[in-house]
Structure formats: C-alpha cells, structure tokens
C-alpha cells in the first residue's frame, strides 16, 4: 500500500479538484490536531477553545483560504501554523471584548450569596432592595 501524497493532494485541492480535500483531510488532521495542542498549551489559563474545536476552525479557514499548494506539505503546516494562532487571537479578542464585558469582574451567585452581607455582617433584605431600586427608577 502506498503513502498518500499529501502534496499531490494540496496540489490537486490547489487546482479545484473538491475530491483531493476530501482525501487530505484525514492525512493532516493528526498533524493540526498536534499543532493546535501545543499552540494551547502556551495560551494563559482562562482560554476556553478546546483543540477540536480550534482545528476545526483553523481548517475551516483554511479551506476558505485555498492556500497555494506550490510549497507543499512544509508550506501548508506553516500557514495552518499562522490561522492557529490567528484563531487564539480572535478568540482572546472575543473574550476581552468590551462589549462583551472585558475587563469587568465576573460573579457568580455562590458568590452574591457570600457577599450579600451589609457593614455588621447582616444579610441584604431583598426586598427592601428592590423598593430602593423601584423608586429609583421612578
């Protein structure tokens, strides 16, 4: 049995041919899988792409992208190698966005219920809260 051709492949995909990315497909996923793997692992804790998820869309874009096959297999990896880290960049953008609440601190409600004390370490009255708020909007 012989080796898949996985420039021939890129090659082929490169020209037009939809079957030659259905063929190397599987031939580079190992590959990208390991890539992805270890680009994750030189991410600061907090990062929430799982590997999976970041080859997919790192292969996503690359089929999007069509990228000349001419450097081969070597030149293929290195730019899978840049949309991998072009990935963790628009996600880290994502997660920081202002919209989207970056930089604010994220509470979760264990954590209201710990704090929910006044100075003499009395609960909150909700309710009195809520009248509070309900004037204040008036």
Do not use: C, N
Request: glycine share 10%; proline share 3%; charged share 25%.
């Amino acid at each position: 049995m012989t080796v898949p051709d996985v420039t021939g492949l890129l090659r082929a995909w490169s020209a037009g041919d939809p079957a030659a990315l259905d063929a190397l497909a599987p031939l580079v996923y190992d590959e990208l899988r390991r890539q992805a793997s270890r680009a994750l692992g030189r991410e600061a804790a907090g990062h929430t792409l799982q590997t999976t998820e970041l080859v997919h869309e790192t292969w996503m874009r690359l089929v999007d992208q069509r990228p000349d096959a001419s450097g081969g297999r070597v030149h293929f990896f290195g730019i899978a190698a840049r949309l991998i880290r072009q990935v963790l960049v628009d996600a880290a953008r994502a997660q920081h966005a202002d919209k989207r609440g970056g930089g604010v601190a994220h509470v979760t409600l264990g954590a209201l219920e710990t704090e929910a004390h006044d100075a003499r370490g009395h609960g909150v009255d909700v309710l009195a809260l809520d009248d509070a708020l309900t004037q204040l909007a008036a």
